[in-house]
Nanobody
């Protein structure tokens, strides 16, 4: 079992930045890939980015590439999502998720989820 807790969401103006954090407890953190997903009202859950257990590889949705950066710190059992140049269309609840093994963009392949943190970008 892995428990995940997100923090760092809030209200920001377009063009601003936020850093989301995901704190994990339970099993060996480095055995799990971490993904960030988001869900806006009335929309399906959407892949944002994912990082391997070692932190050596990652990939991003085209919509956030060049603006968002994922990282992880296995010694502290944390992962982060730095979001720059935020746009109103980035407004959503953001979730971190963990899965054993390799990273994935498919939310159905993740076993553990945090409670989510709201990010609102005003125009």
């Amino acid at each position: 079992q892995v428990q995940l807790v997100e923090s760092g969401g809030g209200l920001v103006q377009a063009g601003g930045s936020l850093r989301l954090s995901c704190a994990a407890s339970g099993r060996t953190f480095s055995n799990y890939a971490i993904g960030w997903f988001r869900q806006a009202p009335g929309k399906e859950r959407e892949f944002v980015t994912a990082i391997s257990g070692s932190g050596g590889t990652n990939y991003y949705a085209d919509s956030v590439k060049g603006r968002f950066t994922i990282s992880r710190h296995n010694a502290q059992n944390t992962a982060s999502l730095l979001m720059n140049s935020l746009k109103p269309e980035d407004t959503a609840v953001y979730y971190c998720a963990a899965r054993w093994g390799s990273k994935s963009s498919n939310f159905r392949e993740y076993d553990y989820w945090g409670q989510g943190t709201q990010v609102t970008v005003s125009s």
